[in-house]
Structure formats: structure tokens, C-alpha cells
């Protein structure tokens, strides 16, 4: 089974920074749609950014300018750097996959996904 592997959680005081990673041992890594997903308490999981097989790139409206995605093909990791991090931002960070989908935030899109990673910004 194809597992995707999300690392680079933690707590973070308001303002600051982290980066999230995404490993898969998926040898076709460069033929697939990616993105991440977050999941706080209570809520439900919303895209926060995607990333196509062109490089191209979405994001949702709370975090365009602050957030960037990224991804390492020779490496089959995908990046999530946040800058200037807000409360809000907290919850359950996720990594998903799917391949013919093109650039897309819908959870429903995705069919592959990681175990996901904690986020908690505190002020």
C-alpha cells in the first residue's frame, strides 16, 4: 500500500514559522496531484494548499502569503512552509495524493492520504 509519512509538527508561539514534510517511497511521486489539508476540533478538513504535476500551485484564501507549497520530486517529498503563523492556524495537518485530478483543494479529490501531523499555534 502507498503510505505518505507527514513530519514537522509542533507548537509554535503566533508569528513564528514551521515546515511540514510529506515522504512517500511512491515511485510515480512526480505524476501526482498533491496537497495539504488541516483539521481543527470540531471543524471540517479544508484544503490550505495544492500543488499539480506542472509546479503549478493554489492556495485557500487564509493563508495565501503566508504559507507556500512545495515539492523535492528527487527526493518524493512535499514541503509546507507557514510564516507568520496565527491561532487559527491550528489542527491536524494532512498530506494527500491522487493522480488525473489536476490542481484542486477538495477533499474529495484525494484518495491518498497521511496519518498527519499536529499544529498548534498558541498566542
Known amino acids: 500500500a502507498v503510505e505518505l509519512v507527514e513530519s514537522g509538527g509542533g507548537s509554535v508561539q503566533a508569528g513564528g514559522s514551521l515546515t511540514l514534510q510529506c515522504t512517500t517511497s511512491?515511485?510515480?511521486?512526480?505524476?501526482?496531484?498533491w496537497a495539504w489539508f488541516r483539521q481543527a476540533p470540531g471543524k471540517e478538513r479544508e484544503g490550505v494548499a495544492g500543488i499539480g504535476t506542472d509546479g503549478r500551485t493554489t492556495y485557500a484564501e487564509s493563508v495565501k502569503g503566508r504559507f507556500t507549497i512545495s515539492k523535492d520530486n528527487a527526493k518524493n517529498t512535499l514541503y509546507l512552509l507557514m510564516n507568520n503563523l496565527k491561532p487559527e492556524d491550528t489542527g491536524m495537518y494532512y498530506c494527500?495524493?491522487?493522480?488525473?485530478?489536476?490542481?484542486?483543494?477538495?477533499?474529495?479529490?484525494?484518495?491518498?492520504w497521511g496519518q498527519g501531523t499536529q499544529v498548534t499555534v498558541y498566542s
Open positions: 511512491m515511485y510515480t511521486y512526480e505524476y501526482y496531484s
Open positions: 494527500a495524493a491522487e493522480l488525473n485530478v489536476g490542481l484542486t483543494l477538495s477533499r474529495d479529490d484525494f484518495g491518498i
